[in-house]
């Protein structure tokens, strides 16, 4: 079983950095492609960014390519999110999500999901 918590979220200004940690509390975390997902308040769900099983592969949405940056530590059971330069528009719940077949950015493929953080960018 997969359980997902994620931390680290909080209020900063533009410019700054966060990172984002997301725990499985399971036993079978190196078996799954993780995401990290975003929702702002009024729209839908969106894609940041997900890394696959071994961690070779990553994938970013186009809005954080460059400034955002996934990573995992199969030993920690812990996939991170290290978020540069922080923009208003970054302002959101941040998800993350477990999936066992591939990495993707459709969240409707991703198996389990965590509770979300708050990410908050001030002007």
């Known amino acids: 079983q997969v359980q997902l918590v994620e931390s680290g979220g909080g209020l900063v200004q533009a410019g700054d950095s966060l990172r984002l940690s997301c725990v499985d509390s399971?036993?079978?975390?190196?078996?799954?492609?993780m995401g990290w997902f975003r929702q702002a308040p009024g729209k839908e769900r969106e894609f940041v960014a997900a890394?696959?099983?071994?961690?070779?592969?990553?994938y970013y949405a186009d809005s954080v390519k460059g400034r955002f940056t996934i990573s995992r530590d199969n030993v920690k059971n812990t996939v991170y999110l290290q978020m540069n330069s922080l923009k208003p528009e970054d302002t959101a719940v941040y998800y993350c999500?477990?999936?066992?077949?591939?990495?993707?950015?459709?969240?409707?493929?991703?198996?389990?999901w965590g509770q979300g953080t708050q990410v908050t960018v001030s002007s």
């Open positions: 399971g036993r079978t975390f190196s078996r799954y492609n």
């Open positions: 890394i696959t099983r071994s961690g070779g592969s990553t």
């Open positions: 999500a477990a999936d066992r077949s591939i990495a993707t950015p459709n969240p409707n493929e991703y198996d389990y």
